[in-house]
């Protein structure tokens, strides 16, 4: 299983950028993606969640209303688009897949990429 995320940087607030998450090794629908991110000094905190197989998908109260989570099943590919960035928004973003249902808990995936780093300048 590996795990590739991209589309990191450094935006201005109020911008937006689209995440990817490339995926292989394992059978895209049997699985859930779910996009975590951390700041230094903090856990790992839920931001959004799609269920592959179902097409079920949720955003974190944090962000929602702002990023939304949308897959290419054919590219096996999953994108997080976060639209109006706040400074608070800064963290390496990570996606993490699981073969069971979404969940908040970051324990839960053993699958990880190793992160791409987003800066919202004020």
């Known amino acids: 299983v590996q795990l590739v995320e991209s589309g990191g940087g450094l935006v201005q607030a109020g911008g937006s950028l689209r995440l990817s998450c490339a995926a292989s090794?394992?059978?895209?629908?049997?699985?859930?993606i779910g996009w975590f991110r951390q700041v230094p000094g903090k856990e790992r905190e839920s931001v959004s969640c799609?269920?592959?197989?179902?097409?079920?998908?949720y955003v974190g109260d944090s962000v929602q209303g702002r990023f939304g989570i949308s897959s290419d099943n054919a590219k096996n590919t999953v994108y997080l688009q976060m639209n109006n960035l706040k400074p608070e928004d800064t963290a390496i973003y990570y996606c993490?897949?699981?073969?069971?249902?979404?969940?908040?808990?970051?324990?839960?995936?053993?699958?990880w990429g190793p992160g791409t780093q987003v800066t919202v300048s004020s």
């Open positions: 799609i269920d592959m197989g179902r097409g079920v998908s």
């Open positions: 993490a897949a699981d073969n069971r249902d979404c969940s908040k808990v970051a324990t839960r995936y053993p699958y």
């Open positions: 090794g394992f059978t895209f629908d049997n699985y859930v």
